[in-house]
């Protein structure tokens, strides 16, 4: 096969004597002398070594006309695969199958542990270490010239300096902050559940408090009772507030808003709804419980009941969905103010009349402030540094802060009166269950389990471990029940349910560091950013245009993930386009005509239960993307495959197979090209 090295085709078992190709020496682990060798000694007794040499077969179609098919076969001897270390076994402290030198094994005593504490904090090599820092600050600019030199891959053992681990979970905090702050700040925000100043700042610094502590759950990885099931994924995956709520939560404020179980004035402006925020966490709360059973299903089966024709384009609508509020709140704001028809008294103009800049729904300056935040992502992506690409929707955010408050379009008022510190329950909300919320969010877990998947697959490649085989699985049965029992406790501590966050992949392969050590700091700075209640009064007070600018642009990301899943994942056969089409098309009306099924039910009795059950399908029909994973879904299991799909799906996977072999075979020029 052209691409390939000459002695990876056909290659046979060599006796070890005979051959030419000298042994790949393993990596031993540090701290242990092996005795120099004496040729005099007495020789010891040969001992039958297990041998590394095997021959793998790997088939590859190579050429597929009609039938008969035509199939050769590749071997490739294991022996002349580079090892990345010894291997070990699974333990609940650092989790299965770790590709680096276990330089911290986890039965060291105490003593052992203190002075390699010590050590970090005393000496330079373990303070700041041999890394190049000015890697991560060096601008992208036209007339600089690119380092040539790579900075080093720190593995999830690997002793990092604790400059650089600090550093680096600084860079993770930001990364997330934007997406952790957005769903608080919609959900109790004026197209929500309405909640005041304080309320509102109380969420925002409990969401940073929660995602900093839950994320130590993940990263750390525990065993559950000695049993084989863990919860955690012991790489770094970060979780933060979910979007795949947002929609739903919002949906479901409105019609509580309409029945009369949150208060309205009788004018009809929204009153402040604190039992409706109790019952949305109280009922998601209930629901998680349908993804910790999930977790204990096989990776594999899940794999296949959720393929990635099921969840891109539910992905897809769900960031299509966020698009419109977002947008709306660039222009002047998401609440009533945002229809200039209806707008009257305290919301003729956005946000509100009371505020220090108040103007009309969609002025030019409104579009200007956000477009500010725009173009400064923009810019931080195209000439940022490193650390600046991977922040550049929190520097975006700055920069749009930094220009209203020039043009006066912060009120300090909420600052002043903010508490210095903030922690977990200082506000409480009534928790209850809420019927119609039911179906709809127990769609949302089932989303968040098959999205959690697809993080900690991505989580692993860039740390370089194994996306398949059962340590793989043991990683996804873990990080998804963990994912559910976030959740859980989110609720309980009064916020909105968690998910894994994929934006932190970029901040693992951009800095080439797949530690613990830098998640662990990037919790700490949460934990610190949420304690700080000045902190987040300062986010609530963040004009709506310049949030617009910034939820817009992470919005849009949303959806692209949803188009990337579909493109790396799905063959675009006959079938497979039936599916999408069919999925889609019901998914997007739903989105951009949203009260299409408020008038199918024309229920007027007074049999509170039966409105609540029509409710409830209301609010999964009007939802686009819980109808495009259940139409999905559902022709995903029973279309069969034609004899066309089938040959044009092995043609996609022979291709992919051999790009990827022709890679292996020539690493070297791939990075010269990079």
């Given at each position: 096969?052209?691409?390939?090295p000459r002695n990876?085709?056909?290659a046979?078992?060599?006796?070890?004597?005979?051959s030419p190709?000298p042994a790949?020496k393993?990596?031993?682990p540090?701290?242990?002398r092996r005795?120099?060798?004496?040729n005099?000694?007495?020789?010891l007794?040969?001992?039958?070594?297990?041998?590394n040499?095997?021959?793998?077969?790997l088939?590859v179609?190579?050429?597929?006309?009609g039938?008969?098919?035509?199939l050769?076969?590749l071997?490739?001897?294991a022996a002349?695969?580079?090892?990345?270390?010894p291997?070990?076994?699974m333990?609940?402290d650092?989790?299965?199958?770790?590709?680096a030198?276990?330089?911290?094994?986890?039965?060291?005593?105490l003593?052992a542990?203190?002075?390699a504490?010590r050590?970090?904090f005393?000496?330079?090599?373990?303070?700041?270490g041999?890394?190049d820092?000015g890697f991560?600050?060096?601008p992208?600019?036209?007339?600089m010239?690119?380092?040539?030199?790579r900075s080093?891959?720190?593995a999830?053992n690997?002793?990092?300096?604790?400059?650089l681990?600090?550093?680096?979970?600084?860079?993770h905090?930001?990364?997330?902050?934007a997406g952790?702050?957005?769903p608080?700040?919609l959900i109790s925000?004026?197209?929500?559940?309405?909640?005041d100043a304080?309320?509102?700042?109380?969420?925002v610094?409990?969401?940073?408090?929660?995602?900093?502590l839950l994320?130590?759950?993940q990263?750390?990885?525990?065993r559950?009772?000695?049993?084989?099931?863990?919860?955690g994924t012991g790489?770094i995956s970060?979780v933060?507030?979910s979007f795949n709520l947002?929609?739903v939560a919002l949906g479901?404020?409105?019609q509580?808003?309409?029945?009369?179980?949150?208060?309205s004035a009788?004018d009809?402006?929204?009153l402040?709804?604190?039992?409706?925020y109790?019952?949305?966490?109280g009922t998601?709360?209930?629901?998680a419980?349908?993804?910790?059973?999930?977790?204990?299903?096989?990776a594999r089966?899940?794999?296949?009941?959720f393929p990635?024709?099921?969840t891109?384009?539910t992905v897809?609508?769900i960031?299509?969905?966020l698009?419109?509020?977002?947008?709306?709140d660039?222009l002047?704001?998401?609440g009533?103010?945002?229809?200039p028809?209806?707008?009257?008294?305290l919301?003729?103009a956005?946000?509100?009349?009371a505020a220090p800049?108040p103007?009309?729904?969609g002025?030019?300056?409104?579009?200007?402030l956000?477009f500010?935040?725009?173009?400064?992502?923009l810019?931080c992506?195209r000439f940022?540094s490193p650390?600046m690409?991977?922040?550049?929707i929190?520097l975006?955010l700055?920069?749009?802060c930094v220009?209203?408050?020039?043009?006066?379009y912060?009120?300090?008022?909420?600052i002043d009166?903010a508490p210095?510190?903030?922690?977990?329950w200082?506000?409480t909300?009534?928790?209850?269950l809420?019927?119609?919320?039911?179906l709809?969010i127990?769609?949302?877990?089932v989303?968040c389990?098959?999205?959690?998947?697809?993080?900690?697959t991505?989580t692993?490649d860039v740390?370089?471990?194994?996306?398949d085989?059962?340590v793989?699985e043991s990683?996804?049965q873990?990080?998804v029940?963990a994912?559910g029992?976030?959740g859980?406790?989110?609720?309980?501590?009064?916020m909105?349910?968690?998910s894994?966050?994929a934006?932190n992949?970029?901040?693992?392969a951009?800095?080439r560091?797949?530690?613990?050590?830098?998640?662990?700091?990037?919790?700490?700075f949460?934990?610190?950013?949420g304690v700080?209640?000045k902190f987040?009064a300062a986010i609530?007070?963040?004009?709506s245009s310049?949030i617009?600018?910034?939820t817009?642009?992470?919005?849009?990301?949303v959806?692209v993930?949803?188009v990337?899943?579909?493109?790396?994942g799905v063959?675009?056969t006959r079938?497979?386009?039936f599916i999408?089409?069919a999925?889609?098309?019901?998914g997007y009306g739903?989105t951009l005509?949203?009260?299409?099924?408020s008038?199918?039910?024309?229920?007027k009795g007074d049999?509170?239960?039966?409105?609540?059950?029509?409710?409830?399908?209301v609010?999964?029909?009007?939802?686009g993307?819980?109808?495009?994973?259940?139409?999905?879904m559902?022709?995903?299991?029973t279309?069969p495959e034609e004899?066309e799909?089938?040959?044009?799906?092995e043609?996609?996977?022979?291709?992919?197979i051999v790009?990827a072999?022709e890679?292996?075979a020539?690493?070297?020029?791939?990075a010269?090209t990079?």
């Amino acid at each position: 096969m052209p691409g390939l090295p000459r002695n990876c085709l056909g290659a046979e078992r060599h006796q070890r004597s005979e051959s030419p190709v000298p042994a790949i020496k393993q990596a031993e682990p540090i701290g242990i002398r092996r005795p120099p060798s004496d040729n005099k000694s007495r020789p010891l007794p040969k001992r039958r070594e297990k041998r590394n040499a095997f021959p793998l077969s790997l088939i590859v179609l190579l050429h597929i006309k009609g039938s008969p098919l035509t199939l050769k076969a590749l071997h490739v001897d294991a022996a002349r695969i580079p090892s990345f270390g010894p291997r070990s076994t699974m333990d609940e402290d650092h989790g299965p199958q770790s590709i680096a030198p276990a330089h911290a094994p986890p039965g060291r005593p105490l003593g052992a542990r203190l002075r390699a504490v010590r050590r970090a904090f005393t000496t330079k090599q373990g303070l700041i270490g041999a890394y190049d820092y000015g890697f991560l600050f060096r601008p992208n600019l036209p007339f600089m010239r690119r380092s040539a030199s790579r900075s080093p891959f720190f593995a999830l053992n690997d002793r990092v300096p604790v400059l650089l681990a600090l550093l680096l979970g600084l860079q993770h905090a930001l990364a997330m902050l934007a997406g952790i702050i957005t769903p608080p700040l919609l959900i109790s925000g004026a197209a929500g559940a309405n909640l005041d100043a304080h309320q509102q700042q109380y969420l925002v610094s409990t969401a940073l408090i929660i995602s900093g502590l839950l994320s130590t759950i993940q990263i750390t990885r525990f065993r559950l009772f000695k049993s084989s099931y863990y919860i955690g994924t012991g790489v770094i995956s970060v979780v933060g507030i979910s979007f795949n709520l947002i929609p739903v939560a919002l949906g479901g404020f409105q019609q509580m808003y309409a029945n009369g179980y949150c208060p309205s004035a009788p004018d009809g402006t929204h009153l402040p709804c604190p039992r409706g925020y109790g019952a949305l966490i109280g009922t998601a709360a209930l629901c998680a419980l349908i993804e910790i059973l999930i977790s204990f299903i096989p990776a594999r089966t899940l794999l296949r009941m959720f393929p990635p024709i099921v969840t891109g384009p539910t992905v897809m609508l769900i960031g299509v969905h966020l698009i419109e509020s977002g947008f709306k709140d660039w222009l002047g704001g998401a609440g009533p103010c945002s229809d200039p028809a209806t707008a009257t008294g305290l919301f003729a103009a956005c946000p509100t009349v009371a505020a220090p800049h108040p103007l009309p729904w969609g002025s030019a300056e409104f579009f200007g402030l956000g477009f500010s935040v725009f173009s400064a992502i923009l810019l931080c992506e195209r000439f940022g540094s490193p650390i600046m690409k991977s922040t550049s929707i929190v520097l975006g955010l700055l920069v749009g802060c930094v220009i209203g408050a020039a043009c006066g379009y912060f009120d300090r008022s909420g600052i002043d009166a903010a508490p210095v510190a903030s922690f977990i329950w200082v506000h409480t909300f009534p928790l209850s269950l809420y019927g119609p919320l039911v179906l709809p969010i127990l769609a949302v877990y089932v989303i968040c389990a098959c999205e959690a998947i697809g993080d900690i697959t991505a989580t692993c490649d860039v740390s370089k471990l194994e996306v398949d085989g059962p340590v793989y699985e043991s990683r996804i049965q873990g990080g998804v029940l963990a994912d559910g029992f976030n959740g859980l406790l989110a609720c309980l501590m009064t916020m909105t349910p968690m998910s894994t966050f994929a934006q932190n992949n970029g901040v693992i392969a951009l800095t080439r560091c797949a530690n613990r050590r830098a998640g662990y700091a990037c919790c700490f700075f949460l934990v610190v950013m949420g304690v700080f209640a000045k902190f987040a009064a300062a986010i609530v007070s963040i004009p709506s245009s310049v949030i617009g600018g910034m939820t817009t642009f992470l919005f849009t990301s949303v959806a692209v993930s949803g188009v990337a899943i579909v493109a790396r994942g799905v063959v675009f056969t006959r079938r497979n386009r039936f599916i999408l089409t069919a999925g889609l098309s019901l998914g997007y009306g739903a989105t951009l005509v949203p009260t299409y099924f408020s008038h199918i039910f024309t229920y007027k009795g007074d049999n509170k239960s039966l409105k609540g059950f029509y409710d409830a399908i209301v609010l999964v029909m009007e939802s686009g993307f819980a109808i495009t994973a259940a139409m999905c879904m559902l022709l995903n299991l029973t279309l069969p495959e034609e004899l066309e799909d089938e040959i044009s799906a092995e043609e996609t996977e022979l291709e992919h197979i051999v790009s990827a072999a022709e890679g292996k075979a020539h690493p070297q020029s791939n990075a010269d090209t990079r």
